[in-house]
Each structure stands twice: as C-alpha cells, then as structure tokens.
C-alpha cells in the first residue's frame, strides 16, 4: 500500500492547508488494512489504472457488537412475504455482462442514481476492479429483487453499490432490508467487520439510527460515539471557520490522548 497526499484548498487566515489523502492498493492482500485505516475505494476517475482509495470518515459495523434492532426486525417483518433467497456469487464466475443483469443495474441507475452520478462506463470500471470480489443476489421465484456488489474477505464485507428493484422501496424497505441482511450475513459467517461506505450529510443518518455496533473513522481512530457522529452529519453542509481540531475548546485534552 502506497499512501499520497493531494493538496487541497488553501486558508492562510486560520492556517489551514487540506489535503486529499489516497491509498495505492498493490496487492489484495492489504485490503483488511486498506479498510481499518479509514480508507474506501476510489472509482471517479476511470482512466486510472491502479486501484485507488480514498480517506474518509467511514463507517463500519463492529459485528461482535452486532445486534438486531427494533427498526431492523420492523423492516425483516415487511418484506417475509417477499419469501427472498439470498445466494453469494463470486464475481469472477458471474457474467457481468448478461443482458438481464446489465438492464436490472441500468434501470437503478437511471431512476435512481443519475447518469451524472453512475454512468455505465463507470459502473463497468467498477465491475473491472479487484477489490469487488463478489454479489449478494436477492431473488424470489418470480424474479430478481436485487444485488450487492461487495468486497469480501476471512475478516470483513465492504458493502459496496446496490442495486434493487424501486417498485418494493417504499411498501418494503427493501433497500434498507438488503443492508440489513448483508450485516446479518457477515455477523452469521464469523467476519469482524462490515463496512457501509461514507457517513455525511443528513442522508447517512439512517445508517446511524438502524444499526448497533457502529464506528466511525474520525480521522485518528474508530470512534463508538454516535451522538457525535450525528452531529457532525448534521452539520456538515455548514460553512466551519477553520478544521475541527483548531476548533476545539480544550486542544491540549485532545492532544493528550492521542
């Protein structure tokens, strides 16, 4: 693993200088150390060759922590009469480019994503990458409810794009459902951690009230605090004077316990 800095924006005033902050994967191998320093993949820019991951304020489920909620059994309740079957697909023996598969991902994209946001070129770049090893399909008797893509190894699942079926999103849950399920999964076959991707702005919060066992990557450790967590997401499109460190009303506390 290779890690980079990449300047960012300059505030000489509160002497703050950002930086973006990458990982270079070299081998699968590191991918559980990749993961537990913060790191999630990085996939905008489809002319890179190498696979990239970028630091960010991750979450994750610690699943010895692991416990269902009210929420989560509310939303299993509805979506029983589904009767949906779970199957786990390596990704290197599933045809990525079959015509019902290619069609079920692009209509998500485009009712839900936006090309702007998932183009299909992007989305096979996506499907190209190591990292994805592989799909939690979701499906009944009738047909295809949904699929995972994910990254799974012997400690941990990143549970990475999803795709399902919109018709059952508001009766069902089925969204939150299949996240659900995935963790349920992951805590069933003895994995240490299931990571959910970033947690900002308000529309992560449902990742937050759902789920037991939660961290966060706060930029030096993995924090249980969820009522910061909340907070900060919250208030994260709100212009800040400076970083949050510099931010702090007792620093040298801060300091003292790095």
Aim: with cysteine; glycine share 4%; proline share 2%.
């Amino acid at each position: 693993m290779k890690v980079f800095f990449s300047e960012n924006n300059v505030d000489y005033g509160t002497y703050t200088f950002n930086y973006a902050i990458y990982a270079q994967k070299e081998t699968q191998a590191e991918l559980t150390e990749i993961y537990e320093k913060g790191f999630l993949p990085y996939t905008g820019n489809t002319k890179i060759e190498s696979e990239l991951f970028y630091l960010a304020r991750s979450l994750r489920v610690n699943l010895e922590n692991f416990d269902d909620t009210s929420e989560n059994r509310r939303v299993s309740r509805l979506v029983e009469p589904l009767d949906i079957k779970l199957e786990i697909l390596d990704k290197n023996n599933f045809d990525t480019k079959d015509p019902e598969f290619v069609a079920f991902c692009s209509n998500y994209i485009n009712e839900r994503i936006g090309e702007d946001n998932m183009s299909l070129e992007r989305w096979d770049y996506i499907l190209k990458q190591e990292t994805g090893t592989n799909f939690f399909k979701f499906s009944n008797s009738e047909k295809t409810l949904g699929y995972v893509l994910a990254c799974i190894n012997e400690e941990l699942v990143h549970y990475w794009f999803a795709f399902f079926d919109t018709e059952y999103m508001r009766t069902h849950s089925l969204g939150k459902w299949m996240m659900w399920r995935v963790i349920r999964w992951s805590k069933d076959n003895n994995k240490k951690y299931a990571y959910l991707g970033t947690a900002y702005k308000p529309a992560a919060l449902y990742k937050i009230r759902d789920h037991k066992g939660l961290e966060f990557w706060d930029g030096q450790k993995w924090n249980t605090d969820s009522k910061i967590l909340k907070d900060w997401c919250q208030t994260d499109l709100d212009t800040k004077a400076a970083d949050r460190f510099k931010l702090l009303e007792e620093p040298n506390k801060f300091l003292s316990e790095l």
